[in-house]
């Protein structure tokens, strides 16, 4: 299952997370863990 996200996820050159909340910052360390140095972009209403 985590073979399918991540190949569907290197497919894209920059990622955008709406949101840093608890889902957020769970998709951060997802990518990060799975996928070390892809381009994300973070964007939240707090600063």
Request: charged share 30%; glycine share 8%; aromatic share 10%.
């Amino acid at each position: 299952m985590i073979e399918k996200i991540v190949n569907e996820i290197k497919k894209y050159n920059n990622i955008l997370i709406l949101g840093f909340g608890r889902e957020g910052k769970s998709t951060y360390h997802f990518i990060r863990k799975y996928l070390g140095n892809k381009v994300l972009t973070i964007a939240d209403r707090k600063k």
